[in-house]
T-cell receptor, first 113, second 114 residues
Framework: DMKVTQMPRYLIKRMGENVLLECGQD?????MYWYRQDPGLGLQLIYI???????SEGDIPKGYRVSRKKREHFSLILDSAKTNQTSVYFC????????????FGAGTRLSVL | KTQVEQSPQSLVVRQGENCVLQ??????????LRWFKQDTGKGLVSLTV?????DKTSNGRYSATLDKDAKHSTLHITATLLDDTATYIC?????????????FGAGTQLIVIP
C-alpha cells in the first residue's frame, strides 16, 4: 500500500516550545519534501531531502530544520516555535528520477499560541 | 511573485452540472503540469499530469488540457457530484526529475450543491 503517513495530525504548542513533526513513507522513495500551506497561498517548500543526510533548503527554511536518518523517515523540527509558524504542514515523497509520481501525506495542523 | 494563477478563486455549481477550472502560469521551463484534488482537511491527491506541448488527458469525469505556448491549462469536471466538493490545485514542475522545483497555485475551491 503506497502511503505517506504524518504524525501527529493536530498539534497545539506555546510560543518558544520545540516542535517535532514526523513523516514516513513505505515506497522507498529517495526524495521527500516538507511544505506548509497557508490560506490563499500555494504550498511553499520548506526543505527537500534527496536521500539520507542529503537535505537542501527550500524557499522558506528560516526557523525550521530537518532530519533524515532513514530513507523512509523525514522529520521537521521547529526550535522555539513562533506564532507565525501556525500552519498546515504537508510531507510528500517522489522517486528521484521522476516527479511524475508524487504522494502527499494528510497533513499536520499546527497551532502555535 | 506568484507564478501560477488559478481562476476562479471559488465556484459553486449544482450537482450534475459541468465546470471548468483555469490555470495560467509563468514558470519557465515548464516540464509538466499536474492537477491535484484536496478534500477539506486532507492531503493532495493527483488527478492527472500533462507533459506535452499541447496535451490532453482524461480520467473518468475529469479531463484536462495543457497549452505550453499559452502557458495555460484547464480542468474540466463533467456531471459534478457532491463528492467533487474540494480545492483543486494546479502545480507546474520545471523539470521531470525531483531535482526540479514545483510551483503551486493557491487553488480553486469548488462547492457542489444538491
Amino acid at each position: 500500500d503506497m502511503k505517506v503517513t504524518q504524525m501527529p495530525r493536530y498539534l497545539i504548542k506555546r510560543m518558544g516550545e520545540n516542535v517535532l513533526l514526523e513523516c514516513g513513507q513505505d515506497m522507498s522513495h529517495e526524495t521527500m519534501y516538507w511544505y506548509r500551506q497557508d490560506p490563499g497561498l500555494g504550498l511553499q517548500l520548506i526543505y527537500i531531502s534527496y536521500d539520507v543526510d542529503s537535505n537542501s533548503e527550500g524557499d522558506i527554511p528560516k526557523g525550521y530544520r530537518v532530519s533524515r536518518k532513514k530513507r523512509e523517515h523525514f522529520s521537521l523540527i521547529l526550535d522555539s516555535a513562533k506564532t507565525n509558524q501556525t500552519s498546515v504542514y504537508f510531507c510528500a515523497s517522489s522517486p528521484l528520477g521522476s516527479q511524475n509520481t508524487l504522494y502527499f501525506g494528510a497533513g499536520t495542523r499546527l497551532s502555535v499560541l | 511573485k506568484t507564478q501560477v494563477e488559478q481562476s476562479p478563486q471559488s465556484l459553486v455549481v449544482r450537482q450534475g452540472e459541468n465546470c471548468v477550472l483555469q490555470c495560467n502560469y509563468s514558470v519557465t521551463p515548464d516540464n509538466h503540469l499536474r492537477w491535484f484534488k484536496q478534500d477539506t482537511g486532507k492531503g493532495l491527491v493527483s488527478l492527472t499530469v500533462l507533459v506535452d506541448q499541447k496535451d490532453k488527458t482524461s480520467n473518468g469525469r475529469y479531463s484536462a488540457t495543457l497549452d505550453k505556448d499559452a502557458k495555460h491549462s484547464t480542468l474540466h469536471i463533467t456531471a459534478t457530484l457532491l463528492d467533487d466538493t474540494a480545492t483543486y490545485i494546479c502545480v507546474v514542475g520545471d523539470r521531470g526529475s525531483a531535482l526540479g522545483r514545483l510551483h503551486f497555485g493557491a487553488g480553486t475551491q469548488l462547492i457542489v450543491i444538491p
